[in-house]
Each structure stands twice: as structure tokens, then as C-alpha cells.
């Protein structure tokens, strides 16, 4: 099984190539070729950097980093699992991780917005749709779930 830590620096360019490969992979399958080249685009070493200023982020690893999350209060961010690694409960296990610890900063609810390819693993994980939108990045969901 895999394990949950903080992300470091030095995981960016292993997680940039991760969500490059998720979306080249899975996502394409749901967005033309150019809104997958703008998340391409977007999703870059020094963006993932960046990113880890202003959220929690965390990597799950098993043998190498698999998957990745980040959270500001009780927002998800930039949910992805490694292709490979798909069905194996490693996106379970990471949501799980930043949930706790929502909850223990004071949070009742998650929210996330989702990607058409991610929308039924939120909504396993017992996520309700709110609404949905289209941002710069082509249609996506916002979720929700209530925290125990």
C-alpha cells in the first residue's frame, strides 16, 4: 500500500510528469487535445512549486510517487493517481489523508471541483453534485461532502 507525506521540492518534476501522464492518458479521453495541451501547459515543475506555497500538498508513494493531493482548508486541489496505479485506492487513501485533516482544523464539508473524468471516483467517495461549470480548462463539477 502506498504512503501519504508532505510533498518537498524536490518531488515537483516527478509530480509535474505524473499529471502530465494522467492527463495525456485518462483525461484526454474526456477534453480535445487542446484543453489537455493547456493543462499540460499549466501543470509544470515550477507551477507545481508554486502551488505547494499557497496549499498543503502531499504525495502517496509506493515505490516512487503514485499520486498527489493538495488542500487549502477545505478545498481539494490537483487530485491525481498514476495511471498505473489506478483502482488500487490510492486516490481513497489520499483524500481520506487531507479530509482528516479538514476536519481537525474545524471544517463540516469538502468541496472539490472535478474534472468529467473524475467526477464518478468523487461521487464513490460520497461526493454530491453542487453544480457545474466551465472554467478555462473545459466543463467541471463542484462537489461536496459533509465530514463526519
Known amino acids: 500500500m502506498a504512503t501519504i ?3 518537498d521540492n524536490a518531488d515537483a518534476l516527478a509530480v509535474a510528469g ?7 492518458e485518462v483525461n484526454s479521453r474526456d477534453y480535445p487535445s487542446e484543453v489537455i ?9 515550477q507551477r507545481i512549486k508554486e502551488l505547494a506555497t499557497q ?6 508513494e509506493a515505490n516512487g510517487i503514485v499520486g498527489t493531493v493538495s488542500r487549502d482548508g477545505n478545498k481539494v486541489y490537483t487530485m491525481f493517481v498514476h495511471p498505473r496505479a489506478a483502482g488500487r485506492g490510492i486516490g481513497r487513501l489520499l483524500m481520506r489523508h487531507i479530509e482528516a485533516l479538514a476536519a481537525i482544523d474545524g471544517y463540516d464539508h469538502m468541496e472539490t471541483g ?8 468523487y461521487r464513490r ?3 454530491l453534485d ?6 478555462e480548462f ?6 461536496r461532502r459533509d465530514l463526519p
Not at 453542487?130 to 472554467?135: A, D, G, L
Not at 473545459?138 to 462537489?143: A, D, E, Q, R, S
Request: charged fraction near 25%; proline fraction near 0%.
Open 138 to 143: 473545459g466543463f467541471n463539477y463542484v462537489l
Open 125 to 127: 467517495l460520497g461526493y
Open 55 to 60: 496549499r498543503q500538498m502531499f504525495v502517496a
Open 37 to 45: 495541451e493547456r493543462m499540460c501547459d499549466h501543470f509544470t515543475e
Open 114 to 121: 472535478a474534472s468529467i473524468t473524475a467526477h464518478d471516483f
Open 5 to 7: 507525506r508532505r510533498f
Open 130 to 135: 453542487v453544480r457545474s461549470t466551465e472554467t
Open 18 to 24: 505524473l499529471i502530465e501522464r494522467c492527463l495525456r
